[in-house]
């Protein structure tokens, strides 16, 4: 009882995930967490030495990123454990900050800038300057409560679409070309180890991360300024 009462809106707003998760309304929620993906890989390869050929996006929730150089085994395993740590991050800052907006901004344009320097293909652009605008617009001119909702929305889809994605592409369909069947091409071992090896890590980064910062609420009172500890 005590943690509906503390967390009644974050699990209000999973549960409206879960019930239109199949729908059209969450796929853009989805692709963003497709370009956390592909950007999380871009990252590990250009901090490891390496650096960023192109990042593509389709809309039916795949992508991918063409890299050089860098460590190969930090920059496939970034991909979905990456996503989920931005996820998780954002989440975090709207929880427990107030610089919610600032946050949001600071995506939007560094959004606007991956796309300028990496999106060639048509989708791809148009959804990360949407994207990208959309966010500087928000951070721009709606409330920090709204930026908060919005950070809100964007931590909790990576939470359930991360492990899922992670099981669907790696255990489930161990066959297909995923970023575990790769790694396990390049360094050995099955695709299901590396597959159930990122699903537990997912799964404890979730738990470590709602146990130590949930707090006893994370409510936010819509009718006053955001205030937080």
């Not at 600032?102 to 652009?125: P, Q």
């Amino acid at each position: 009882m005590q943690i509906l009462k503390g967390h009644w809106q974050l699990i209000l707003i999973t549960a409206v995930m879960f019930l239109f998760w199949n729908t059209i309304l969450v796929v853009p929620l989805k692709i963003l967490i497709v370009y956390l993906h592909e950007l999380s890989h871009a990252l590990a390869a250009i901090l490891t030495g390496g650096s960023v050929e192109e990042i593509s996006l389709s809309p039916w929730q795949g992508g991918h990123a063409i890299t050089r150089g860098g460590s190969r085994f930090l920059t496939l395993t970034a991909g979905y454990l990456g996503s989920l740590a931005i996820g998780m991050a954002l989440l975090m800052i709207a929880l427990k900050t107030n610089a919610d907006r600032i946050v949001l901004g600071l995506l939007g344009a560094f959004t606007l800038l991956v796309a300028l320097l990496y999106i060639r293909d048509l989708f791809a652009l148009a959804f990360c300057i949407g994207t990208g605008v959309a966010m500087l617009a928000a951070a721009r001119f709606l409330s920090v409560t709204v930026n908060d909702l919005i950070l809100r929305v964007i931590g909790l889809t990576s939470i359930l679409y991360v492990p899922f994605d992670i099981f669907d592409d790696t255990i489930r369909r161990s066959g297909a070309r995923s970023d575990a069947y790769m790694l396990a091409e390049e360094f050995g071992g099955p695709t299901i180890f590396w597959g159930a090896l990122w699903l537990l890590a997912s799964l404890a980064i979730i738990y470590l991360c709602l146990r130590h910062g949930l707090g006893k609420s994370s409510n936010v009172d819509f009718g006053k300024r955001v205030q937080k500890s």
